[in-house]
């Protein structure tokens, strides 16, 4: 990206995108527009072991989509950039529910975990990458990784600071502050957005934005 002196810069989410990724601890209303993902669908418990391998496959393919510039496959109107925050949209299974659960096992739990790409990525240079990566660093769920172009619309966020257990008080002024705005939940599921590392942050300073779609 070029600034107003025709000097390249850096593209950093953090400074020109803070609205969508940096919002207070307090429920706002936001449209969220298209934006391409790399992303992988799954199910189970987030604490297991097996999550970090989707987690990993997901920064391995980000970051060699940063680095093409030096490595290849190189792309038309590339431009420097920090890397996204890994995302998530949350859900139950039909079983729970079926079952009207509301405390339920994490086991229950899907979810389809995404990093926001650059808006010169394609379907194609995607894949292009994809197969790089399958054979210098090969691992079986790269497959699995899909291209998609997501758009939300009309969202309720919050900046939620706290261990993930104790969403819920979060998501509840959230629906409170909807029905105020004379909205309603959309669907079942909601959006997180990870700010910090949780293998490097205690629980109670972790930083999560909390989204979910209005209407």
């Given at each position: 990206?070029?600034?107003?002196?025709?000097?390249?810069?850096?593209?950093?989410?953090?400074?020109?995108?803070?609205?969508?990724?940096?919002?207070?601890?307090?429920?706002?209303?936001?449209?969220?527009?298209?934006?391409?993902?790399?992303?992988?669908?799954?199910?189970?418990?987030?604490?297991?072991?097996?999550?970090?391998?989707?987690?990993?496959?997901?920064?391995?393919?980000?970051?060699?989509?940063?680095?093409?510039?030096?490595?290849?496959?190189?792309?038309?109107?590339?431009?420097?950039?920090?890397?996204?925050?890994?995302?998530?949209?949350?859900?139950?299974?039909?079983?729970?529910?079926?079952?009207?659960?509301?405390?339920?096992?994490?086991?229950?739990?899907?979810?389809?975990?995404?990093?926001?790409?650059?808006?010169?990525?394609?379907?194609?240079?995607?894949?292009?990458?994809?197969?790089?990566i399958k054979v210098k660093k090969p691992h079986e769920l790269l497959d699995a990784v899909k291209f998609e172009i997501l758009e939300e619309g009309t969202c309720v966020q919050m900046l939620h600071q706290g261990s993930y257990d104790d969403e819920p008080e979060s998501f509840s002024q959230m629906e409170s502050f909807a029905k105020e705005q004379n909205l309603r939940r959309k669907y079942h599921n909601h959006r997180e957005i990870?700010?910090?590392?949780?293998?490097?942050?205690?629980?109670?300073?972790?930083?999560?934005?909390?989204?979910?779609?209005?209407?």
């Amino acid at each position: 990206m070029i600034d107003k002196t025709g000097s390249y810069m850096k593209h950093e989410w953090k400074k020109s995108e803070k609205k969508f990724y940096l919002p207070k601890n307090r429920p706002e209303i936001i449209v969220i527009p298209k934006f391409k993902f790399l992303s992988i669908k799954g199910r189970g418990n987030p604490n297991a072991s097996f999550f970090s391998e989707y987690i990993g496959v997901l920064y391995s393919l980000s970051y060699a989509v940063k680095m093409s510039s030096r490595t290849g496959p190189f792309i038309d109107h590339y431009y420097d950039y920090t890397v996204y925050p890994l995302e998530g949209v949350w859900d139950i299974d039909e079983i729970s529910k079926a079952k009207g659960i509301k405390s339920f096992d994490k086991n229950s739990l899907v979810f389809n975990i995404m990093i926001r790409q650059p808006e010169f990525v394609s379907e194609e240079f995607a894949n292009e990458i994809k197969e790089r990566i399958k054979v210098k660093k090969p691992h079986e769920l790269l497959d699995a990784v899909k291209f998609e172009i997501l758009e939300e619309g009309t969202c309720v966020q919050m900046l939620h600071q706290g261990s993930y257990d104790d969403e819920p008080e979060s998501f509840s002024q959230m629906e409170s502050f909807a029905k105020e705005q004379n909205l309603r939940r959309k669907y079942h599921n909601h959006r997180e957005i990870y700010l910090s590392d949780a293998r490097k942050t205690v629980p109670e300073k972790l930083k999560t934005v909390l989204r979910f779609q209005v209407e």
